[in-house]
């Protein structure tokens, strides 16, 4: 870190605890409040494109924004019974099942990072799945109601484009997955 960098009087202090959920916890640290996820190895993001180059989308209602968004699969880490044996590899190929209804032979880590710093302590995971093949037919475990699209790799934008227009929320992480897609190999 640069020696000139400005770090905030309350950034040592301990956090305090102003509410505990399930999934996740409300803290705060001064004059900072912020959430952590109670799991504690945040989501995987999967980048996963099909034998005849469709990238995979899932459609799912999101309640915290009452809309319907299009986003890569993903999903948490540590969840459903899964804390402390639970990789991120793991996990990925777990979520991509039960969303895709695909399967992969490799999974492939191509960058970590925070999904809202300022918000909160979750951290992102962006692998690729390799070598894909069509296990099951997805659609989410019994709390969920996804839709999978396989989408031309060459037309996801213009695709992504037109369910904007329809309305629907695209999630800005996708589009970090598909610079991935383009710019990092596995």
Known sequence: MNGDTHVPADAGMPATT????????????????????????????????????????????????????????????????HTGDDSIATAARRELIEETGWDCARVVPLHSGPSSAGMSTEMMHFVRALELRRVGPGGG??????????????????????????????????????????????
């Open 18 to 81: 102003l509410y505990r959920g399930k999934w996740l916890t409300l803290k705060q640290r001064g004059h900072w409040e912020f959430v952590e996820r109670n799991n504690p190895e945040g989501a995987a993001i999967i980048v996963a494109v099909t034998p005849d180059d469709r990238v995979l989308f899932v459609e799912q209602y999101r309640v915290p924004i009452c809309r319907m968004t299009i986003e890569m699969p993903a999903g948490l880490i540590g969840d459903a019974g």
């Open 141 to 186: 475990d019994a709390s969920e109601d996804i839709t999978v699209h396989a989408v031309p790799r060459a037309e996801a934008g213009r695709w992504l484009r037109g369910m904007a227009a329809k309305g629907y929320s695209i999630d800005p992480k996708l589009f970090a997955g598909l610079w991935f897609l383009e710019h990092m190999t596995g």
